[in-house]
């Protein structure tokens, strides 16, 4: 063997010996996090730290770590064994600088710390105000009695947000912000008024708004990613809405109309790009109208802790057709009213393109428009902040000059100037100065089915003491959808010649009526409707007496549903989390005639579905039912409280049908503690004992009841207590019990109490009662 290859082979055996020392020696230190050393050595096991408390609501990676600035302490969790004279420290950063470093104090023998950070730091002076959002760590570390360093933990990422408003309402907040309670779901969606319809040939303008839902599901995980990364080191809530304007304005581009829901709209949008946006970049990748910039402008601002809302407005005589956002803002840059206007569409001019859109910047913000003239002048019209969705709408009267709601039974939208005042008194309408003729219009039902006659009675009244001639045009309109189920956005001059598809009218009767002073015309005009698209599709009747001057006018509409000749129902096995569940769609004939060629589709992209997701029905008999059936499997985790299927039904001559259904999901029971700070008076000296009352309560915020709730304290030294063990035979849903304990204490030091709940099916949840010692 030459002296060269002798010196390589003693080189690797050198290296090996050196690797495998190497292993050993880590795994030593690995064992020491998790174990007490016998002969009490020096060396320090590697920290474990987690944070604690964050909101519940947001989801996937984000959950429990995203918190308002400024807001409640941050709890700080540390598992570690610690070498004899050393403790436990935490430091906060931000950017790879520290900006606090916190003492820790032992819930209970074991190796557990906690610390909890105010949020006070030398990098600002005013809280919440100074501090930015974005992403901060969180960094365990053992530390010698003479400050040495000996061990740290890996860094956990926690987020701040944008405080809650001081001068806002809980009610405000639950609806147009989050709601505290994660099993709430208002805070999930959006009212609209954008669905615009009932061309009046006479006022040349619309007549009608109907009302819709959009989700917004502004926690979602990516979503919150893109605009988290994006606003990172924001401070100011006027600054950051004004950019995230701009952002929203370069990645959506002016073209058909999306209507998805917000978190899927943005799911192509990557950080990158968002974050280009942020900065100004023009990054054109979804296609939207009004509504899409609104709600999703409106979605992204709740993401990040602002509140916010979609609106429109009423001008004088008429609807605007546009939407827009409010933001809530407690100093807004000009004006006084809080809610503040962000309209991040590119600009208002007609017509619409995509190559207008990009060669313009958002349409701007600025402060809420006051009443210009006449009633409803430049009114807002929001959803009411307790509303609950029926399907309802706002309408016109174009003669008069206000705005009356369609279903008079619905608190569900205001006029945010007259929300304390009926739509139709004073304040909010105007009376008219003369006695004009009266129209009503009555339907002998409010649902049709296909084929079915509708039969609409006139009357017209004439209360002036000369006779009355004036031409009577009584029509079905049909407020038009896209192939896609949204109301599209036609030319007015073809919508008013009756070929657009707004309005379009499905059936007219004209003539001239003459009527006597005093005296009434009564009539009744029978229509037939022989196709639908339900529930895509609106139908008005409409009857408008057209006379000169228009003071000597009149018009009246009432709203119908053209049903389907079949009825269709879903069935829902019981949903749990994450689980396979069937769905069942029961058609059933209601007419006396047979319908031919019905097909069924069932989709929805979060779910897998077996089987072919169209199903066909060659044909149904008067009063035959089918039932069609498929399997379907959560294709990735969705902690949402419900859950969506959507069908299309379609046939030859029995009307065709798009049906959205939600189910609740059965939620386990979920034990919840909740965290308490108290303030308690010191000792008079040390070694004197103190007493107080200790309170905390334990709820069971799931769809389940739990029982056999096995409830303790863990207590620190020097802190003992009457009571450390309590038991609940049943915690029912939504229910909570209140514990009290009497504590003795002999420390000068703040001290953290843990409290552990705990059911016969596993359930567990924890909370911290964190004492704070007077100085």
Not at 319 to 325: K, L, M, N, S, V
Not at 383 to 404: I, K, P
Not at 465 to 478: E, F
Request: glycine share 6%; net charge negative.
């Amino acid at each position: 063997m030459t002296i060269r290859l002798r010196i390589l082979v003693f080189g690797i055996v050198i290296l090996a010996f050196m690797a495998f020392h190497s292993m050993a020696f880590h795994s030593t230190v690995k064992a020491e996090a998790f174990s007490v050393n016998s002969d009490n050595s020096s060396h320090a096991g590697l920290p474990d730290i987690s944070v604690a408390g964050g909101l519940r609501q947001y989801e996937g990676r984000y959950k429990d770590i995203v918190f308002r600035r400024g807001d409640e302490p941050i709890r700080f969790e540390v598992t570690a064994i610690l070498p004899a004279g050393s403790k436990i420290m935490v430091d906060i950063l931000r950017g790879g600088t520290t900006l606090a470093t916190l003492d820790t104090v032992q819930n209970a023998p074991g190796g557990v710390y906690s610390a909890t950070w105010d949020w006070k730091s030398n990098a600002w002076s005013k809280i919440p105000d100074d501090i930015p959002v974005g992403e901060y760590e969180a960094k365990a570390k053992i530390v010698s009695e003479n400050g040495e360093e000996l061990a740290s933990s890996e860094k956990k990422n926690f987020y701040a947000i944008f405080q809650k408003p001081q001068s806002s309402d809980d009610a405000d907040l639950k609806a147009y912000l989050y709601d505290d309670n994660i099993f709430e779901t208002r805070d999930e969606e959006s009212i609209n008024y954008n669905y615009y319809s009932n061309w009046s040939v006479a006022a040349q303008r619309y007549l009608k708004w109907n009302e819709s839902v959009r989700v917004l599901n502004p926690f979602d995980e990516h979503l919150f990613g893109i605009v988290i990364n994006a606003t990172d080191g924001e401070i100011n809530e006027s600054t950051t809405a004004e950019k995230l304007m701009n952002a929203v304005s370069n990645v959506i581009y002016y073209d058909s109309p999306n209507g998805a829901d917000i978190d899927v709209m943005f799911s192509r949008v990557t950080v990158r790009q968002f974050r280009d946006a942020y900065s100004g970049i023009e990054r054109p990748i979804i296609t939207g109208q009004c509504l899409d910039y609104a709600n999703g402008l409106t979605a992204i601002y709740r993401t990040i802790g602002i509140p916010a809302r979609v609106a429109t407005n009423i001008q004088n005589g008429g609807f605007i057709y546009h939407q827009w956002t409010e933001a809530y803002l407690e100093y807004p840059p000009a004006g006084i009213d809080k809610w503040y206007i962000f309209d991040a569409m590119d600009y208002t001019d007609e017509p619409h393109t995509p190559e207008k859109d990009l060669a313009n910047p958002a349409t701007g913000s600025s402060p809420r428009e006051s009443a210009h003239y006449g009633s409803n002048a430049y009114e807002i019209a929001v959803g009411n902040r307790t509303w609950v969705f029926d399907d309802g709408y706002l309408r016109l009267n174009y003669l008069f000059s206000y705005v009356d709601r369609g279903n008079r039974n619905a608190f569900d939208s205001l006029l945010e100037k007259c929300q304390n005042k009926n739509y139709d008194t004073a304040g909010c309408a105007s009376d008219p100065p003369f006695d004009p003729p009266i129209i009503d219009l009555v339907l002998d039902r409010s649902e049709y089915r296909v084929k079915e006659p509708i039969r609409a009675n006139i009357t017209v009244s004439n209360p002036n003491s000369t006779s009355l001639v004036a031409n009577l045009n009584v029509t079905i309109n049909k407020i038009g959808s896209g192939e896609d189920g949204r109301d599209a956005f036609g030319d007015s001059e073809l919508n008013t010649n009756g070929t657009g598809v707004i309005g379009s009218p499905i059936a007219s009767i004209n003539e001239t009526i003459e009527i006597l002073p005093n005296s009434s015309f009564t009539k009744e005009y029978i229509f037939f409707v022989n196709e639908t698209y339900y529930s895509t599709d609106t139908y008005i009747a409409q009857a408008i007496l057209k006379n000169e001057p228009i003071s000597l006018s009149a018009m009246d509409l009432e709203n119908f549903e053209l049903v389907p000749a079949y009825k269709a129902q879903t069935i829902i096995s019981q949903v749990l989390p994450d689980e396979s569940f069937t769905v069942s769609l029961n058609l059933t004939n209601v007419v006396d005639y047979p319908i031919n060629n019905l097909s069924v589709e069932f989709s929805h992209p979060l779910y897998n579905i077996s089987g072919p997701l169209i199903r066909s029905v060659n044909s149904l008999s008067a009063g035959e039912s089918q039932i069609i059936s498929w399997n379907v499997t959560p294709n990735e985790i969705r902690n949402k409280p419900r859950i969506r299927c959507a069908f299309k039904i379609e046939s030859d001559d029995g009307g065709n049908q798009t049906l959205n259904d939600h189910h609740m999901v059965t939620i386990p029971a979920i034990l919840s503690v909740d965290n308490n700070f108290i303030t308690l008076e010191p000792p008079v000296s040390s070694g004197i004992s103190k007493s107080a009352l200790l309170n905390f309560t334990v709820s069971n915020v799931g769809s389940l009841n739990a029982s056999n709730i096995n409830v303790s304290v863990l207590l620190p030294e020097n802190v003992t207590a009457t009571e450390t063990a309590w038991n609940i035979s049943n915690l029912a849903s939504g229910e909570n019990t209140s514990f009290n304990t009497s504590i003795t204490f002999t420390g000068q030091e703040d001290f953290v109490i843990d409290v552990l709940a705990s059911d016969d099916a596993n359930h567990t949840a924890s909370g911290i009662i964190y004492a704070r010692i007077k100085t």
